[in-house]
């Protein structure tokens, strides 16, 4: 029988990501807790996909802390680009000058090889995983696509990463425009965790969370 999970460790130390990730899964009754505050580092991220990424941060979790870990792995894919900076997303414009890891200069350097392109769609990408423990043969696994395009002057202070100069079409807004709310309702992380939390639901793995 399925034990129903009450506590997991969040495989990020991204505080926007945190920020996120526990909005989302709040209503379930799940207490998230941080991997950073129980001494846990950043894993690894070899992989060349998002997927394989978040179950290696997933597995360093649960492994470094004998909890339940859910990790999610993100960013952009520009199609001029052929899907950059895609799993490279946090790291773009450090591996081309070796310069720390910085939001602005990411979006920088993005906005700069897109401006040699006339096509500026792009998606953001997430992934999503869940171990029960470190050596857990059927990680449950989501993700989730949020279309869009790339604007070359940053609009919205809300938000991170790419998200100043991530455009909805359909809204007329960049991300870094939308409210928290309306974010985690639309985003590719909050349709990634709609997914997830079925996944959840259907192997009894949700707590029962009390009326009112």
């Not at 450090?94 to 910085?102: M, V």
């Not at 990408?125 to 993700?143: G, H, M, T, W």
């Not at 790419?162 to 409210?179: I, N, S, V």
Request: hydrophobic fraction near 45%.
């Amino acid at each position: 029988m399925a034990t129903t999970l009450s506590r997991v460790v969040l495989a990020s130390g991204n505080a926007g990501k945190l920020r996120e990730l526990r909005a989302l899964l709040e209503p379930t009754g799940i207490e998230v807790v941080a991997q950073g505050a129980l001494g846990v580092g950043d894993a690894e991220e070899p992989h060349l996909t998002f997927v394989e990424n978040a179950l290696a941060k997933a597995r360093h979790a649960s492994a470094a802390t004998g909890l339940p870990a859910i990790a999610d792995d993100s960013g952009v894919c520009a199609t001029a680009l052929g899907g950059a900076p895609g799993v490279r997303s946090a790291r773009f414009a450090a591996d081309l000058d070796g310069a720390p890891r910085s939001d602005a200069a990411n979006n920088t350097r993005l906005v700069r090889e897109l401006a040699l392109h006339d096509d500026r769609s792009a998606c953001y990408y997430c992934a999503l995983v869940l171990v029960r423990r470190a050596d857990d043969p059927q990680p449950l696994i989501a993700d989730g696509l949020w279309h869009g395009e790339i604007v070359g002057a940053a609009r919205g202070e809300g938000g991170f990463g790419y998200d100043p100069h991530f455009l909805l079409p359909e809204l007329g807004r960049t991300a870094a425009e939308l409210d928290a709310a309306t974010k985690n309702r639309v985003s590719h992380r909050a349709l990634a965790m709609r997914e997830l939390l079925a996944k959840l639901t259907h192997a009894r793995l949700l707590p029962a969370v009390p009326a009112g």
